[in-house]
């Protein structure tokens, strides 16, 4: 049945030509989300957090999970490429549209890894949702640093610190030198920062600089989510945007603090230099970043 409804995927696709369809408007596009970026390493975006990827014949890692429906359509696909189980599924951070399809992936995988804080977070995030049920776990936790060889590539995962939630790994696939980034990088758009799960502007701020460092331009970043009109894999000046929109944010809405003004009289509609944070179908993402940026530096929620 499965095998069939793939069938019918490539041909459709075929038929299809040139063009290219967004997913999830059209499922039958789904096998044209895979993107290589080098050395069998790449990208697969449906909804939610882009998922990193490294397909050869003797090794299979995929990066986040997204939700189940896309999570489906990209298991699909990479059983289209390989015959193989998955040696390992990452989980980036915890949050839904980066975990949700654990289950989907669950039982063709080996091993899920994770920062320590992960499950707990995870499960405290489900718990208030209501979704128990629905959760798969990382089983491999790691604090500071994880390694190891799979196939002829080395897959390494570092913590930096707290930052978009409090367990963000970098993923590094080291020879290929691509590096997922999770949500540490919203590139060129508007961010969510999980107080709650003790996020902070300022140790993201330090983080993204302490990982620009660690990397060459050379590296080829993978992010969770980016401005339709920028991409989902960059270089690591990206870092470096992202850390000044954080820098940028703080500092307004800290001249508005000290200004004596309230949350309401920050909420602007662009910050100068910073006018491609509220593209798109994100016009209000800008003022949840200041409401966010306020509560954080006030301590008032
Ligand atoms: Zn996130």
């Given amino acids: ?39 069998n390493v790449g990208t697969f975006e449906g909804r939610g957090g882009t998922i990193g990827w490294l397909i050869s014949d003797d090794a299979l890692v995929v990066i986040d999970s997204q939700f189940p429906e896309t999570a489906q359509a990209c298991l699909e696909g990479i059983q289209d490429r390989s015959s193989r189980g998955i040696d390992f599924l990452i989980n980036s951070h915890h949050h839904g549209d980066h975990t949700a399809g654990n289950p989907v992936f669950g039982p063709h995988v080996d091993k899920i890894v994770a920062h320590r804080r992960v499950p707990e977070l995870q499960k405290r995030s489900a718990e208030r949702r209501g979704t128990e049920d629905e959760q798969v776990y990382a089983s491999v936790l790691f604090d500071e640093t994880w390694k190891v060889d799979v196939g002829d590539e080395t897959l390494s995962m570092a913590y930096y610190g707290n930052a978009h939630t409090s367990g963000d790994s970098v993923i590094h696939f080291e020879k290929a030198d691509v590096a997922h980034m999770g949500d540490l990088v919203f590139n060129r758009r508007t961010m969510f920062l999980d107080l709650g799960a003790k996020g902070t502007s300022k140790g993201w701020i330090d983080v993204l600089e302490s990982i620009y460092n660690d990397f060459t331009d050379e590296t080829i970043f993978i992010y969770g989510h980016a401005n339709p009109a920028y991409d989902v894999t960059g270089t690591r000046e990206d870092l470096l945007a992202m850390r000044d929109f954080l820098t940028g944010l703080r500092e307004h809405v800290e001249a508005g603090i000290a200004e ?25 993402g800008l003022h949840r970043n200041i409401r966010t940026i306020h509560t954080e530096l006030t301590g008032d929620s």
Wanted: charged fraction near 20%.
């Fill in 260 to 284: 004596g003004k309230s949350v309401d009289d920050l909420l602007v509609s662009q910050l100068p230099m910073f006018e491609m944070y509220n593209a798109a179908d994100e016009t209000s």
């Fill in 1 to 39: 049945m499965q095998s069939t409804r793939r069938d019918f995927v490539k041909s459709s696709a075929l038929a299809l030509g040139a063009s290219v369809l967004p997913f999830p408007q059209n499922l039958f596009g789904a096998t044209r989300n895979f993107t290589p970026i080098r050395r």
